[in-house]
């Protein structure tokens, strides 16, 4: 019992830390706004490009934020290369405000919308690698293993990310529709975590 509260303990500490790191990048994002010097609505049409491009990482980051929850919950045993996976997530997205606001500054330009998406490809990559490495703490023939198995939103990702990528440099607003469909793709929480987690806490 011990053994369990203190793993327990780690693991909801690495939880705080990543909420306190993502809730410190949609504030760097909302600080890269600057109030415009006119005082009618007029005034906020220079800062529509900024607007979109911080809509866009909001929910990005809310995304991370609640599939990162779910995530975490199926941890078994917390250690080292849990907690460096998870830096390197935290190391990518922490990347998002300056990416965000170059992209808006620029009117989304080809390569800082190219470099958005990088980064988004970059942290989507780290998501998967700590993904795996917490399914490897449960048997091959677990419920977690056998829902999460298939994967064909995590494979799928850094091909349309590497798509988007390439897009920027035809038109950055095909970039912006792969960006789109990601967060459509991604913005429920994985029901395979929640579903298992339910039948666990049924038993």
Known sequence: MRKEKSEMMKTNRMEAFSDGVLA???TIMVLEFQVPEGHDWSSLLGLVPK???YVFSFIYVGI?????HHLLHTVHVMNGKLMWL???LLF???LVPFTTA???ESNFASTPTALYGIVLLLAAIAYRLLQKAILKQHPSDSAIVAAMGKDIKGKASPLLYLLAVVAAYISPWV???FFVLMAVIWFMPDKRIESVL???ATD
Request: glycine residues 8%; contains cysteine.
């Open 64 to 68: 991370y934020w609640n599939n990162h």
């Open 86 to 88: 998870n830096m390197l």
């Open 51 to 53: 607007i979109i491009s």
């Open 198 to 200: 339910r039948g666990k």
């Open 102 to 104: 170059w992209m808006g």
């Open 24 to 26: 410190i990048i949609i």
């Open 175 to 177: 970039a912006c529709f």
């Open 92 to 94: 990518w997205l922490s």
